[in-house]
């Protein structure tokens, strides 16, 4: 059955009954005289067009558009699409191969399947996993001299903040830094304790301090103060009960989604989660448990990407998991001997797939576990040397490799960072960055660069020239500039000599000649008060002021004694007085005092010193 066209036509009036009207009047009528004027058109068609040019007419002395109103044509819709997608095939072809030819211009390595085109799956899979890494460049920031155990950079990659055993908290600003990579700010958040751990928040406007002492900080952007978490009481044995920590702190995290929640844990035996609205008391307490249901320590924590899980890592060697969502007395995921017992697990790292867990212990091994089946690690990369409690373990951002640090063994020379496949296991590339331990290690997904945090206080930072995007780059292009001095321009002087007293102006002089004139004035030189020796330019001294005046004053002398003569001279003229009547001391003792003899002066030469002493 064909179909039939759609037409977009005019409406047209029906003239049909209006002429079968005109023609039964017209029968009607009487024959007289005829009819007067123009003879009335009978056609339909005829008076359709009078119309449609007396319309098109009108419109075209109002709009000044021409042939307006004539009948539309009728258009088949199936022939028009039909016709663009052949169109629009073409074009898409013609852009593919175009695309093809420059690819392999610029690489006759690449190998092009059968699809037209490479799609975005197959350009990753032509890019090996070594040139994945940004190890092309480096640069180097000094912390300090000591090892920089903590390590965070904010989400949008503008700022780095480095800690140190050395207490010390090193703030970084990318966009203010110049080629010699100087921190703009560095302080001493928790006095002498070193620092632990460091993580911005989801939305980076502050900063998780967790260190060696049981109050955690939260600082601002630039480095000030927030809040401080409490201190628990430790003579009190629950756990549960004490509003906070009572020893040292292990490491700590912010919670992914949750702005206002972050999470602590501690020698203490337990986790606790805690709000920044109220600091002075956790909101939960966790309490790790070892196979015998005693408490164990733990050393490393972390939340799940979606923030539904918390996991740690305890001293006895097993990596517990709880639901977030629920509260905290029983574990969802528990693994015993998931690393060697009295060992810590310095890190816990979520893939961001959410498919796999990787944790690092100073057992020397990295072990690779996948979450759907956690019982045992699908594998495990052995003789890692560490000797640092914060020794890190993460993933690339495409979840393509896992990599750590590891430390320097006797007789090593070169700190290394090691990068596996984890489909295949194998190891993918070894960057040698320092002659010192490699503790921390950061692969920021936004800039695709590499923090890595050394023992002997540096802190590299690995990019690559082309697919690295600012951080690090911004600095490189910088140069250091010494500030120039500033030389003082004298104004011009405009002469007066008819100005007013108001607005006449001071003859200049030299600076030398102005310096000396500001020296004699008081109030421009600051110069403070002169001591007083006697009453002079308007200050008089404050009677009694001085020690001497004090004792002279209260000696009960009936006489005003003047403050400028010599004291000891004001006294001595009372010494014939005291003498012929004693009034002090004398007259007190007089009864019960004997009589003292004084040696006379008839005895001649010194006095023998054998001679023994009577009593």
Not at 220 to 233: A, H, Q, S, T, W
Not at 240 to 260: F, M, V, Y
Not at 298 to 309: I, K, L, V, W
Request: charge should be positive; hydrophobic fraction near 30%.
């Amino acid at each position: 059955m064909s179909k039939k066209p759609i037409s977009f036509g005019k409406i047209s009036l029906n003239f049909t009954k209006a002429k079968e009207f005109n023609d039964k009047n017209e029968k009607k009528s009487p024959a007289g005289f005829g009819t007067f004027g123009r003879t009335p058109i009978q056609e339909q068609k005829e008076i359709e067009e009078i119309a449609d040019d007396l319309e098109s007419q009108h419109v075209e002395q109002v709009m000044g558009i021409k042939n307006f109103g004539k009948k539309a044509k009728n258009f088949n819709l199936d022939e028009l699409v039909e016709q663009a997608k052949k169109t629009a095939q073409e074009a898409n072809k013609k852009r593919l191969e175009a695309e093809l030819n420059a690819d392999r211009n610029s690489s006759s390595d690449d190998q092009v399947g059968n699809t037209i085109g490479p799609t975005l799956a197959n350009v990753d899979e032509e890019i090996s996993l070594v040139n994945r890494i940004p190890n092309t460049h480096e640069v180097e920031m000094h912390h300090g001299s000591k090892a920089v155990i903590a390590l965070a950079a904010d989400p949008s990659g503008a700022r780095l903040a480095t800690g140190s055993i050395d207490y010390d908290v090193s703030f970084w600003d990318f966009a203010g830094m110049d080629s010699s990579m100087r921190s703009f700010r560095t302080l001493q958040p928790c006095e002498n304790h070193p620092i632990k751990a460091l993580q911005y928040s989801a939305t980076g406007d502050s900063i998780l301090v967790v260190s060696g002492s049981a109050q955690a900080k939260v600082l601002d952007r630039d480095g000030f103060e927030v809040l401080e978490c409490v201190k628990g009481d430790q003579y009190i044995t629950d756990m549960a009960k004490t509003k906070g920590h009572t020893a040292s702190l292990n490491s700590g995290c912010w919670h992914p989604h949750i702005r206002e929640e972050f999470m602590t844990c501690s020698q203490d035996g337990t986790l606790r989660l805690w709000l920044t609205e109220n600091p002075k008391q956790q909101k939960s307490v966790i309490k790790p448990r070892q196979q015998g249901g005693l408490k164990t320590n733990p050393t490393a924590c972390t939340f799940s990407r979606d923030g539904n899980t918390v996991a740690c890592g305890c001293f006895d060697g097993s990596i517990q998991m709880w639901d977030h969502r629920k509260n905290f007395v029983n574990t969802t995921t528990l693994l015993r001997d998931a690393h060697q017992k009295q060992t810590e697990i310095t890190s816990i790292a979520y893939s961001y797939l959410r498919q796999h867990l990787a944790t690092r212990s100073n057992d020397d091994t990295l072990k690779l576990w996948d979450l759907r089946n956690f019982k045992k690690p699908i594998k495990v990369f052995a003789d890692l040397f560490s000797r640092y409690e914060q020794t890190d373990c993460a993933f690339s951002p495409d979840d393509s490799m896992v990599f750590t640090g590891e430390s320097l063994q006797r007789g090593q020379e070169v700190g290394k960072l090691i990068f596996w496949d984890t489909k295949t296991f194998e190891q993918v590339n070894t960057i040698e960055v320092s002659s010192s331990h490699v503790i921390k290690a950061m692969w920021h997904p936004k800039l695709n660069q590499i923090f890595v945090g050394c023992g002997n206080g540096v802190v590299k930072c690995y990019y690559d020239k082309k697919r690295s995007l600012r951080g690090a780059k911004l600095c490189i292009i910088k140069t250091h500039r010494k500030k120039d001095t500033i030389e003082v321009v004298s104004t011009q002087q405009i002469i007066t000599p008819h100005a007013l007293p108001l607005f006449r102006q001071e003859k200049l002089r030299t600076s030398k000649k102005k310096m000396e004139k500001e020296r004699l004035d008081p109030v421009k030189s600051h110069r403070p008060d002169l001591p007083i020796t006697s009453g002079q330019g308007g200050r008089v001294a404050a009677s009694g002021s001085t020690l001497s005046s004090f004792v002279i004053r209260n000696l009960g002398l009936s006489k005003r004694v003047n403050d400028e003569q010599d004291p000891r001279e004001a006294i001595l003229k009372y010494a014939k007085d005291a003498e012929e009547n004693p009034f002090w001391v004398a007259p007190a003792y007089k009864k019960t005092q004997p009589k003292p003899i004084f040696q006379g002066s008839d005895e001649e030469g010194p006095s023998d010193p054998k001679k023994s002493k009577t009593s």
